[in-house]
């Protein structure tokens, strides 16, 4: 086990399966926008195509809902599978230097998104102050919503990096990367005859 052993008090695994409940169902939200952009880009296709006219605004909204399609996701990839490590390289390192190269990851990716949440709502507050839009358009739509889930999608990675972290140390691994358990021989050997 990764934590040295011990098991977790079950109260911790219970609300580490709460985060991973949490981001997932957020990154529902990313799912629900994707079909959006697929349906809307398919009738301002067939619109044009029929009524010589597309749908007002399709170009934008669909740049602006893959806002969310890519940042209300990245938080539940990172808790799922993580993304700071190249399988190929990373299987031959030994378990502390496995550990090590996670610590890295997490810390700096939480300082990273962290810095960049904290710019995001400061762009997200001109955007709303300023009442910034798509287009100069007369249809056009604000568009300070899409900043805000720019923020909110860097503050989840932020939480989902520095959570990564309390699993590297306290949980045992959820990440189906890991490699398993030596059982004497080398992988692949298992069904050679």
């Known amino acids: 086990m990764e934590n040295g052993g011990k098991v977790p008090h079950p ?8 985060i991973f409940n949490v981001m997932k169902w957020i990154s529902y939200v990313s799912a629900v926008c994707l079909l959006v952009i697929t349906l809307l880009s398919t009738a301002d ?15 934008d909204i669909v740049t602006y809902l893959n806002i969310p399609v890519v940042f209300l996701s990245a938080a539940y990839v990172q808790l799922e599978r993580g993304h700071t490590h190249i399988d190929l390289i990373y299987t031959h390192f030994p378990q502390w230097g496995q550990k090590l190269v996670h610590t890295v990851g997490n810390v700096l990716g939480a300082g990273v998104s962290a810095f960049i949440a904290y710019r995001a709502v400061l762009s997200t507050i001109q955007k709303f102050q300023v009442v910034e839009k798509s287009s100069s ?7 300070w919503p899409f900043a805000a889930v ?16 309390v699993r590297e140390f306290i949980l045992p691994p959820r990440m189906m990367f890991m490699p398993p358990e030596d059982a004497g021989g080398k992988p692949g050997e298992e069904g050679d005859a």
Do not use: E, Q, Y
Not at 150 to 163: D, E, N
């Open 137 to 143: 358009s007369a249809s056009a739509f604000v568009v």
């Open 11 to 18: 109260a911790l695994v219970r609300f580490d399966n709460g």
């Open 150 to 165: 720019i923020s909110l999608g860097f503050l989840l990675m932020a939480a989902a990096f520095l959570w990564s972290l």
């Open 45 to 59: 296709v067939a619109a044009s195509k029929i009524f010589n006219h597309g749908i007002t605004n399709a170009t």
